[in-house]
């Protein structure tokens, strides 16, 4: 069980496009995700923290009108990176804290996204 | 600010044991985290500890002292699958377990 997923794996894109990152918690329920960005040989930096049904805390430095962030349902959230430079280019990974109170002290991570811009 | 420190590269050899430091300095406490990463790959949990002492689990332990903010992971027979990085992550309070992770340590293991 905990199992999250993340769609899509790996994308490519250019330059001043958008790209939307989906996380999914697939057999718990999800309150609470978080967002990750990890640069090559660096520890994860977490970018936001996405409530289901409400707005996303964003951390210092985090610009929130570039990474929109939505958690429609307890099962589902979405980063989408707007305008994408080659600067953004990284590895984007969330995880999912479930409502069980055994799973209080777990985030379960999803497998990662590689985003290219060129 | 919050600081978390770990060796950022170690290597040993296979079948030893190898102790992986980590020192924290944050605003609040309220556990801490081990995860192993492989390259490309998401952090898979590794141990947790809130209270001070060692937590055993098979192959791997972790230790923390809350008074000298530091934990330690000491994996034992260690294996080549054992080479990946290792992060250090602490929650801390009021912050709807939001996890703020360490450097890492790359760990090598060599035959």
């Known amino acids: 069980g905990a199992v999250v997923s993340q769609h899509p794996s790996r994308v490519i894109c250019k330059s001043g496009t958008s790209v939307k990152i989906e996380c999914r918690s697939l057999?718990?329920?999800?309150?609470?995700m978080f967002w990750y960005r990890q640069f090559p040989k660096q520890s994860l930096m977490l970018m936001a923290t996405?409530?289901?049904?409400?707005?996303?805390?964003?951390e210092q430095g985090v610009e929130k009108d570039k990474f929109l962030i939505n958690h429609a349902s307890l099962t589902l959230s979405t980063l989408t990176v707007t305008s994408a430079h080659p600067e953004d280019s990284s590895f984007y990974i969330c995880?999912?804290?479930?409502?069980?109170?055994?799973?209080?002290?777990?985030?379960?991570f999803g497998p990662g996204t590689r985003l290219t811009v060129l | 600010g919050q600081n978390i420190d770990q060796p950022t590269e170690m290597t040993a050899t296979e079948g030893a044991i190898v102790q992986i430091n980590c020192t924290y300095q944050?605003?609040?406490?309220?556990?801490l985290f081990w995860y192993q990463q492989h390259a490309g790959e998401a952090p898979t949990f590794l141990s947790y500890?809130?209270?001070?002492g060692l937590e055993e689990k098979g192959r791997f332990s972790s230790f923390l002292s809350r008074s000298k903010g530091y934990s330690y992971l000491l994996l034992k027979e260690l294996q080549m699958k054992d080479s990946a990085s290792y992060l250090c992550?602490?929650?801390?309070?009021?912050?709807?377990?939001?996890?703020?992770f360490g450097t890492g340590t790359q760990l090598k293991v060599e035959l």
């Open positions: 057999d718990f329920q999800a309150t609470t």
């Open positions: 500890n809130v209270l001070d």
């Open positions: 995880s999912a804290r479930g409502m069980r109170v055994a799973d209080y002290n777990e985030q379960f």
């Open positions: 992550a602490v929650r801390l309070t009021g912050g709807g377990n939001k996890l703020t």
């Open positions: 944050t605003s609040g406490f309220n556990g």
């Open positions: 996405s409530n289901e049904g409400s707005k996303a805390t964003y």
